[in-house]
């Protein structure tokens, strides 16, 4: 089956680190781009960071940039978020998401999303 | 950065009706423009992508037209199903953004 699936997320407190992983399965993880996009409670979707299939090519929203670092194990099929100096505006469902087209030179064509892990910032 | 502005942010049509939702880039994204579904509760799901091309198993009640700066989004018969929030999001140039998403809801 196709899937990715989420953890890492949690309770964390302003100034700390989290670390989410992204297990993925079902489809050669090396040929596709993936993202991390976060939603915040009742609010819509927010691109987060990207990283290309061969790791070439990575990005960030301006608002985690420096902060946060996405990366990827092809051996593990496995994505990353390492998440620091952790604000109360991080606080959100974040999807792990796959692109659609592999070895594709643009971000995204967002075709496959986790269910998401919940990551709440909170003193 | 491109912004995208969706419209309107909610509705409320009968089931069987013709559904019409709108995105406006603040500059030419070509057709690189995509619509995705999120029900309550769960993840979203790319429905269209390239302005009009449908995923793999969507329906075809689900369609998407547009290119430059205008789009379209239309479910030609509403069904319960639908009830969701759809989201448009360019990824002509970075960061990739969504519109502000349109609320779904049947009469």
């Known amino acids: 089956e196709v899937q990715l699936v989420e953890s890492g997320g949690g309770l964390a407190q302003p100034g700390t680190s989290l670390r989410l992983s992204c297990a993925a399965s079902g489809f050669t993880f090396d040929d596709y781009a993936m993202h991390w996009v976060r939603q915040a409670p009742g609010k819509g979707l927010e691109w987060v960071a990207g990283?290309?299939?061969?790791?070439?090519?990575?990005d960030y929203a301006d608002s985690v940039k420096g902060r946060f670092t996405i990366s990827r194990d092809h051996a593990k099929k496995s994505l990353y978020l390492q998440m620091n100096s952790l604000r109360t505006e991080d606080t959100a469902l974040y999807y792990c998401?796959?692109?659609?087209?592999?070895?594709?030179?643009?971000?995204?064509?967002?075709?496959?999303w986790g269910q998401g892990t919940q990551v709440t910032v909170s003193s | 950065d491109i912004q995208m502005t969706q419209s309107p942010s909610s509705l409320s049509a009968s089931v069987g009706d013709r559904v019409t939702i709108t995105c406006q880039a603040n500059q030419d994204i070509s057709n690189y423009l995509n619509w995705y579904q999120q029900k309550p509760g769960k993840a979203p799901k790319l429905l269209i992508y390239?302005?009009?091309n449908l995923e793999t198993g969507v329906p075809s009640r689900f369609s998407g037209s547009g290119s430059g700066t205008d789009f379209t989004f239309t479910i030609s018969s509403l069904q319960p199903e639908d009830i969701a929030t759809y989201y448009c999001?360019?990824?002509?140039?970075?960061?990739?953004?969504f519109g502000g998403g349109t609320r779904v809801e049947i009469e």
């Open positions: 990283i290309s299939w061969n790791s070439d090519s990575i």
């Open positions: 999001q360019q990824y002509d140039n970075l960061p990739p953004r």
């Open positions: 998401v796959k692109d659609k087209i592999p070895f594709f030179a643009y971000f995204g064509i967002f075709a496959l």
């Open positions: 390239d302005a009009s």
